[in-house]
């Protein structure tokens, strides 16, 4: 009897040695999974494990948008766009034509689209939706970076316009965030506005546009348009603005002097724009003067809308003592300035300018240690005046070529002596 129960016994035990490793395997394979099983729903559908964080890439860099879903099971996980509802990715396929998208997955649990070289256009929300019933999903959203840049335009960026009236230079840009735009003078100049009757000046200003009033010469320029948002690069254009406005013309020295053989250069300054037309004449009769010869060299030295307007005698000759005029001319106007070019016999130097200098503007007199300075240049220009009229055929009293030999101060007390003796005969 013993006998037969002991096998029995032996068959119990392994029974029971079995069950208690299946249930051991079971809590093992339920420790495993136990993650999974906290976040299952009270449904026992699957559910999102995090939001989908918003990211902000440059444009040109790549974006990783994540979704994470626990217990997906027999469920499948798709990204789609928000704005067009276009299906991007479904479970581990990429089903977009854009080479520029993939997917990373990670155990039915992560699922990573990858936007590489983000452009403008991929700006908007992205939708990780899972296949329930209803339809579970989340939305991140990808905004993107631009740096700044000008919006296209049929205008032309010179602009012109007539002295005196307003202009209106504008420089419209995007980017995002939305770019900042200054003005400022390509020559670091001041910007010179005028407000009810008061001038004020800024080195730079604000604004997509730059409006100016009553426009003058002294505005045209190149003007350098900025704009910047924080994205590099910043950019600058530039925009020329041309002010029309009749000729004007000034001559530093109305009567020049030069010696016979010399060579002697006559300038006249202009200012004017456009110039359409600008020469020399010679005379009373306006003959008009070639810009190059043997006689004449004609020479202009431009800067913006001011000009040194250069006429250049060589070798000169008794017919070269004469008026001469420049002339400038475009379709608000025309303005000329004349000089007078007269002999001398001494080389020309700078004794009248300083004697000039030394009259005391305030009482109209000459300085008391000038008095022979002064009288000395008087005797040269009466033996100048003397060389001018010889040179011209002026006669004296007598009918005498004038002599330039004369001493001034000859003329000067011999004259009225010689009226003093006659009233007493």
């Known amino acids: 009897m013993n006998c037969y129960l002991e096998p029995n016994i032996y068959l119990l035990h392994l029974i029971i040695l079995i069950m208690s490793l299946a249930l051991l395997s079971s809590y093992l394979q339920l420790l495993s999974t136990s993650q999974d099983l906290a976040a299952i729903s009270d449904d026992g559908?699957?559910?999102f494990l995090a939001p989908i964080p918003n990211l902000t890439v440059a444009v040109g860099r790549d974006a990783q948008l994540t979704c994470l879903v626990s217990s997906l099971g027999p469920y499948k996980a798709a990204w789609l766009r928000v704005e067009d509802k276009g299906i991007l990715t479904i479970h581990q396929h990429v089903i977009s034509r854009n080479y520029r998208l993939s997917l990373i997955t990670h155990e039915n649990r992560s699922f990573v689209l990858v936007i590489k070289n983000v452009q403008e256009s991929d700006r908007g929300g992205y939708m990780c939706q899972i296949n329930t019933v209803p339809m579970k999903s989340q939305v991140g959203f990808l905004d993107v970076l631009v740096p700044p840049r000008f919006?296209?335009?049929?205008?032309?960026?010179?602009?012109?316009?007539?002295?005196?009236?307003?202009?209106?230079?504008?420089?419209y840009t995007q980017g995002n965030p939305s770019p900042s735009v200054k003005w400022r003078r390509e020559d670091n100049s001041e910007i010179i506005f005028?407000?009810?009757?008061?001038?004020?000046?800024?080195?730079?200003?604000?604004?997509?546009?730059?409006t100016i009033l009553r426009v003058t010469r002294i505005h045209m320029g190149v003007y350098l348009c900025i704009a910047s948002n924080g994205v590099p690069p910043a950019i600058s254009r530039r925009i020329q603005l041309h002010v029309n406005f009749a000729p004007t013309i000034w001559i530093g020295n109305r009567i020049v002097k030069g010696s016979v053989g010399s060579s002697i250069i006559l300038n006249c300054h202009i200012?004017?724009?456009?110039?359409?037309?600008?020469?020399?004449?010679?005379?009373?009769?306006?003959i008009r003067l070639p810009e190059s010869s043997s006689k004449?060299?004609?020479k202009s030295i431009d800067k913006l809308y001011k000009s040194t307007f250069q006429l250049k005698i060589s070798s000169l000759e008794q017919d070269d003592y004469d008026d001469y005029r420049c002339y400038a001319r475009n379709n608000l106007g025309f303005h000329?300035?004349?000089?007078?070019?007269?002999?001398?016999?001494?080389?020309?130097?700078?004794?009248?300018?300083?004697?000039?200098?030394?009259?005391d503007s305030t009482r109209g007199e000459l300085s008391s240690n000038s008095i022979d300075s002064h009288q000395t240049i008087s005797g040269?220009?009466?033996?100048?005046?003397?060389?001018?009229?010889k040179k011209r055929g002026i006669k004296d009293s007598n009918g005498q070529q004038l002599d330039n030999n004369v001493n001034p101060l000859q003329v000067t007390f011999v004259v009225p002596?010689?009226?003093?003796?006659v009233k007493i005969i």
């Open 296 to 298: 004449y060299l004609i």
């Open 45 to 47: 559908e699957p559910r």
């Open 271 to 286: 200012e004017a724009f456009p110039i359409t037309e600008k020469y020399w004449t010679k005379g009373v009769d306006n």
């Open 194 to 210: 005028q407000d009810h009757n008061k001038k004020y000046s800024v080195r730079s200003i604000a604004g997509d546009s730059l």
């Open 417 to 421: 002596m010689l009226m003093i003796i």
């Open 336 to 359: 000329e300035g004349v000089i007078t070019l007269n002999e001398t016999d001494e080389p020309e130097d700078d004794s009248d300018e300083l004697m000039d200098n030394k009259i």
């Open 380 to 389: 040269r220009k009466f033996k100048e005046t003397r060389s001018r009229d």
């Open 151 to 171: 919006e296209p335009s049929n205008q032309s960026w010179d602009q012109m316009v007539t002295e005196g009236y307003n202009v209106t230079l504008t420089c």
